[in-house]
């Protein structure tokens, strides 16, 4: 199975702030790399797949890059909204999915 | 409007079972592959099942492989788990999450259900 491996488990910021989460594969997994948001109690949102493309509906202010077993997830600005919980997911296998631990972004 | 609806969750005990239904509407539900999705209480993501849109082939987590089986029925737009055997360590909130696959790539899950808790407890 890919491991994925996400940084910082926890992140303190303020809005404004300019925000990245890292996620690691254990593998190279090309560009096959989403993005989901989750607030307590709600299902996982997708925010980015194939390691930077926006779907559609998403602000402007989330980016991602990276492709092979580096990725990154940035928020240029921090709105009020985001704070959330946050995973990567890797799909290039298609017999086995693997998410990332998950990065809490709090006040 | 695309809508999942998981069901079938509940307190259940140690080495008891339970079968999860997931119902789809608003969307071409023999198109997409479908997948199982946990959280334990406090915890991150846990991909648990997927099924191809056929329903061909099924692909299962080591965690719970042998105690799990994912079905589906196109006709009736609907997703399955059967779990047995099932385990404290179980406890969680399932999602049914859907994902579009070419032979090629897939489009990551962009649609989720609510999920339907399930508590495995004496």
């Known amino acids: 199975d890919i491991q994925m491996t996400q940084s910082p488990t926890t992140l303190s910021a303020s809005i404004g702030d300019r925000v990245r989460i890292t996620c690691r594969a254990g593998?190279?997994?090309?560009?096959?790399l989403a993005w989901y948001q989750q607030k307590p109690g709600k299902a996982p949102k997708l925010l980015i797949h194939?390691?930077?493309s926006l779907e559609g509906g998403v602000p402007s202010r989330f980016s991602g890059s990276g492709s092979g077993t580096e990725f990154t997830l940035t928020i240029s600005s921090l709105q009020p909204d985001d704070f959330a919980t946050y995973y990567c997911?890797?799909?290039?296998?298609?017999?086995?999915?693997?998410f990332g631990q998950g990065t809490k972004v709090e006040i | 409007e695309v809508k999942l609806v998981e069901s079938g969750g509940g307190l259940v005990k140690p080495g008891g079972s339970l079968r999860l239904s997931c119902a789809a509407s608003?969307?071409?539900?023999?198109?997409?592959?479908m997948s199982w999705v946990r959280q334990a209480p406090g915890k991150g993501l846990e991909w648990v099942s997927s099924?191809?849109?056929?329903?061909?082939?099924?692909y299962y987590a080591d965690s719970m492989k042998g105690r799990i089986t994912i079905s589906r029925d196109n006709a009736k737009n609907s997703l399955y788990l059967q779990m047995h055997s099932l385990r404290a360590e179980d406890t969680a909130v399932y999602y049914c999450?859907?994902?579009?696959?070419?032979?090629?790539?897939?489009?990551?899950?962009?649609?989720w259900g609510e999920g339907a808790r399930v508590a495995v407890s004496s």
């Open positions: 999450a859907g994902e579009i696959c070419s032979s090629v790539t897939c489009h990551p899950f962009d649609r």
């Open positions: 608003g969307f071409t539900f023999s198109t997409y592959s």
């Open positions: 099924i191809t849109s056929s329903g061909l082939y099924m």
């Open positions: 593998q190279s997994i090309g560009d096959s």
């Open positions: 194939k390691a930077s």
């Open positions: 997911q890797q799909y290039s296998s298609h017999s086995h999915r693997t």
